[in-house]
Structure formats: structure tokens, C-alpha cells
């Protein structure tokens, strides 16, 4: 009898445990800014700075305190240029349109119904889109190998995040793996995020 109640607890609790060992998904939908630097590897020439803003969507995967993590992020970034020392009033706005796709693995180091920590590391594809000038209330848009960019670079991704109920907070830093310009001079270009979303 004893044998039979034992049986019985197991084949009832089985399909629970099954279950809690599933790796769970979120969805995750974000908005923030952004600040890239230009680093180049020559001697007298200052970083160039942009900022920009970004949005962007994806899908998160935990099994027990390990996740993986797929996004996809538009991208507007670009500066604006003070001609003035030119004798020329108006400034020229430059801007620049990319796609990224980072996939990322991670830790989590606190996690409870309400508040997750979570740190990770990975690699993240950018592809430069379009460009525009605007000067004057004229538009002129352009192509990344029109400025000797490079369409395709590829950056080293880490960060923390920050769930609290359905709200996420992410900040990170990508570090560029490829040369950002064309040509022989050696580009680095440097990025971080800040963004605010949700997840579902």
C-alpha cells in the first residue's frame, strides 16, 4: 500500500519537475540613446563623438540562473558640426541609419519573481543602412561607402540588466572588433546603450 502511494506521488509529481526544468522565453521590446566613439589609431587626430537614440526588440531564453539573449536594434546616430569659425551660420547635421543584431549569453546572479540581475557578454553585427546630411532644410542622403565606412562591423558585447516586474533596464558597452573606416588606419569605434522596455 505504502509502495503504491509512493508510486503514485511520483508519477503525479514527474510531469511538474519536467516542467519547472523548461527553459522559460521572454519577450523584450526597449527604447534609449546612445553615444559611439571613433577612436583612430593616428597620431594628432582627435576621437569623433555621435549620439543618437535606438529601438529595438527581441527574445530572451533562461534556464535555471544561465540565459541566452537575440535582439534585433534600429539605430539613428550622428553629430552635428558648428561651421561657424567658417564664416558659415547654419550647422551641418550628419546622421547615420544601422541595424545591429547582437546575441548574447549570460549569467544571472539575483533572481526573484519580481527582480532579476542579469550580466552577459557576446558578439553584436552592425550593418551601416543609409545616411543623410541636413543643412539648411536640405536633405541629402548618402551611402556608408560614400564616407569610406564600412557597411558590416563587428563588435564584443557586455552589459547588465536589470528586470523589475515587467520592467527592464539594460546598459552596455561594445567594444569594435573591425576596422570602423576603410582603409589602412586602424578605426575603432567604441558604443554605449542605455535603453528602458518591457518584457512580456
Do not use: C
Not at 594628432?44 to 549620439?51: L, P, Q, R, S, T
Not at 549569453?105 to 543602412?129: A, D, E, Q
Amino acid at each position: 500500500m505504502i509502495m503504491k502511494k509512493i508510486f503514485l506521488i511520483i508519477v503525479l509529481a514527474t510531469p511538474i519537475i519536467a516542467f519547472a526544468q523548461h527553459p522559460k522565453m521572454n519577450l523584450r521590446l526597449f527604447g534609449g540613446v546612445n553615444a559611439t566613439t571613433f577612436i583612430y589609431r593616428i597620431e594628432g587626430v582627435d576621437a569623433d563623438k555621435v549620439e543618437g537614440w535606438q529601438v529595438g526588440g527581441g527574445f530572451r531564453v533562461m534556464k535555471k540562473r544561465a540565459f541566452v539573449e537575440m535582439d534585433i536594434v534600429y539605430l539613428d546616430y550622428g553629430l552635428t558640426i558648428d561651421l561657424s569659425e567658417f564664416e558659415i551660420p547654419e550647422p551641418l547635421t550628419i546622421r547615420m541609419r544601422a541595424m545591429e543584431f547582437p546575441i548574447n549569453i549570460g549569467w544571472i546572479p539575483v533572481k526573484t519573481p519580481v527582480f532579476k540581475w542579469f550580466l552577459y557578454g557576446g558578439l553584436n553585427s552592425r550593418f551601416s543602412i543609409r545616411g543623410r546630411f541636413i543643412y539648411q532644410d536640405q536633405k541629402e542622403k548618402f551611402k556608408p561607402s560614400e564616407l569610406d565606412l564600412h557597411t558590416y562591423n563587428l563588435g564584443a558585447r557586455f552589459g547588465t540588466q536589470v528586470d523589475i516586474a515587467m520592467f527592464n533596464f539594460d546598459f552596455n558597452y561594445t567594444i569594435g572588433i573591425t576596422n570602423g573606416f576603410k582603409g589602412k588606419a586602424r578605426t575603432n569605434a567604441h558604443s554605449l546603450q542605455l535603453s528602458m522596455g518591457f518584457v512580456f
